[in-house]
């Protein structure tokens, strides 16, 4: 969500006629986007926040997000901050520290309108922001709190979007949200319908999500997967293996539909990858609750795992749950779910190597001995690299591959471009 806001406002000051810089010290304007998904999330917002400031203290310090909505008079207050724009401000944020720094004059040589600063940034994949908001309220979340009601773009808004950056050379979109399965339940429409028009008025070569709740996929969504635009990968977040927990996490999802979902996924397409979220040491997380969400994640299978060790967040009714699980009982969990997710990601890989897949090449390296190291992902998310000759531009193409080789340490692949 917050690099397809950032995304957006880059278009918005490029179309105004300023130019996006890569290095902080060289910024008239910097723009912090914060976070406060976790207690992680937002220690990290105030620790760049300082940073920013003494890498260009005369820079004008612009911060909007997460963090700076639910902490708006203390990021205000901050050494360094000039400007805070709440979440609910963020469509106009352009616009906003425009008037205010008095910059709105279009400068002498102005940029194409709309022109992406993607691949500046380093960045291959587009992500689109489809909608903003969640109607649910999952008792360990802030985030809901933080980003307010559910609010649809117009399929029209998006598919213009998808088609300039596809003009541009953009190969890859991902399609992102707060409730991304909830999208059009405020404009008359769905998740389903609007993937329906992408594919059919955009030319764009691949199209993704970022993650969806199980719980908003009707039972043919993945008969959409039947066009090969549309990418066989899917982040379905599941959080526990275990119905007692999901219960107190308010998740509206049960193991077994969730299990049922996961097989329509594999069933739809060979080598579909699904990965998932699971919060470990949630309160009252019981030994035996944690044994019975191992065994499920195991069962189940995953081509990747996200471990959020669970932390108290302020504002959610999980901060007040009872039995809270001791820190030293998370961290040990949290370290053995990780080594179950290296595994079932190594062995899901295993199963891939001698197939022949199209690979998204990203920017390339040199490696020291004359030669180009690329690395990139297949249709299904699978990270490959591969090594060719210094005269052999690979990035931002779409390349038939061999995979050979699993490298273990680094849990990727090894391809030969054919």
């Known amino acids: 969500m917050n690099e397809a806001e950032l995304e957006q406002w880059g278009r918005a000051f490029r179309q105004y006629g300023h130019e996006v810089v890569i290095e902080a010290e060289d910024a008239d304007i910097i723009v912090l986007n914060s976070c406060a998904v976790t207690n992680d999330a937002g220690k ?105 009601e559910e609010r649809s773009r117009s399929t029209a808004d998006i598919i213009d979007e998808i088609n300039q950056l596809a003009v541009q050379g ?35 070569p691949r199209v993704r999500f970022a993650s969806v709740e199980p719980w908003d996929l009707p039972d043919d969504f993945f008969t959409l997967f039947g066009n090969p635009r549309l990418m066989p990968h899917m982040h379905l977040p599941i959080q526990s293996g275990v119905d007692s927990v999901l219960r107190r996490m308010s998740r509206r999802c049960k193991t077994a539909e969730f299990k049922s979902l996961v097989e329509q996924a594999r069933q739809s397409v060979p080598g579909f990858n699904v990965t998932t979220d699971v919060i470990v040491g949630f309160p009252g997380e019981t030994e035996a609750e944690w044994r019975s969400t191992m065994d499920y994640i195991e069962s189940v299978g995953f081509g990747h795992l996200h471990v959020f060790s669970y932390s108290p967040r302020q504002g959610t009714k999980a901060a007040s749950l009872a039995n809270p699980v001791a820190g ?90 054919l």
């Open 44 to 148: 990290k917002s105030r620790q760049l926040l300082n940073r920013l400031y003494r890498i260009n203290p005369e820079a004008h310090l612009v911060v909007t997000g997460c963090y700076a909505s639910l902490n708006l008079q203390e990021v205000a207050e901050t050494l360094g901050v000039d400007l805070v724009i709440s979440n609910a401000e963020k469509d106009k944020l352009p616009q906003i520290i425009l008037d205010k720094f008095s910059v709105r004059t279009m400068p002498l040589i102005a940029m194409e309108p709309g022109e992406t600063s993607l691949y500046q940034r380093g960045r291959h994949r587009a992500f689109i922001k489809i909608q903003d908001g969640c109607r649910y309220r999952c008792t360990y979340c802030i985030v809901t709190v933080a980003r307010g």
């Open 170 to 204: 953009v190969q890859e979109v991902v399609l992102t949200g707060v409730h991304v399965g909830g999208y059009g339940a405020d404009i008359s429409s769905s998740l389903s319908e609007l993937v329906t028009h992408i594919l059919a008025d955009t030319d764009i």
């Open 328 to 417: 030293a009982i998370k961290k040990q969990r949290s370290q053995e779910m990780r080594q179950l997710g290296d595994k079932m990601k190594a062995d899901f890989y295993t199963t891939l190597l001698g197939s022949e897949v199209d690979v998204l090449w990203e920017r390339g390296r040199e490696n020291g001995l004359g030669e180009l190291v690329f690395h990139g992902y297949t249709p299904n998310y699978v990270k490959v690299q591969t090594t060719v000759a210094p005269d052999n531009m690979l990035e931002n193409k779409i390349c038939s591959t061999l995979l050979e080789q699993l490298d273990k340490q680094q849990l990727s692949v090894y391809g030969k471009v």
